[in-house]
């Protein structure tokens, strides 16, 4: 009987182009449910996908400073990820999320 050998899953050596990666950087923001350090992981993903040394240079940090931001352990600062974000070539969008009635309630609304 042959047994099966198994490799640990890297996302990022399936993350090729621009497309695929801000594919899956929207994936983790509608997952994270306000996970910083789900993002950071996440960045952190596409940032060994691209080159980790380059995304460095280009977010103005050092390597080692990088791998500690968006290791998944703790929530990076938003100016680090904007940083990397840029850096990555990406960038962050706001849409309105979908909400409750109660929500929708304007000020005048709740007066009557």
Same mark, same amino acid.
């Given at each position: 009987?042959?047994?099966?050998?198994?490799?640990?899953?890297?996302?990022?050596?399936?993350?090729?182009?621009?497309?695929?990666? +801000?594919?899956?950087?929207? &994936?983790?923001?509608?997952? &994270?449910? *306000?996970?910083?350090?789900?993002?950071?992981? &996440?960045?952190?993903?596409? &940032?060994?996908?691209? *080159?980790?040394?380059?995304? +460095?240079?280009? +977010?103005?940090?050092?390597?080692?400073?990088?791998?500690?931001?968006?290791? *998944?352990?703790?929530?990076?600062?938003?100016?680090?990820?904007?940083?990397?974000?840029? +850096?990555? *070539?990406?960038k962050l969008h706001a849409q309105v999320a979908l909400i409750s009635p109660v929500q929708q309630a304007t000020p005048a609304d709740t007066k009557k």
């Amino acid at each position: 009987m042959t047994k099966t050998q198994t490799t640990r899953y890297d996302v990022a050596e399936h993350l090729r182009t621009p497309e695929e990666m +801000a594919a899956y950087l929207e &994936a983790c923001l509608e997952e &994270a449910n *306000g996970d910083a350090a789900f993002i950071a992981k &996440a960045l952190g993903d596409i &940032a060994r996908a691209k *080159g980790m040394s380059q995304v +460095a240079r280009d +977010a103005g940090l050092s390597r080692e400073s990088l791998y500690n931001a968006l290791s *998944g352990e703790r929530s990076p600062g938003f100016d680090t990820i904007l940083k990397v974000i840029s +850096a990555l *070539g990406l960038k962050l969008h706001a849409q309105v999320a979908l909400i409750s009635p109660v929500q929708q309630a304007t000020p005048a609304d709740t007066k009557k």
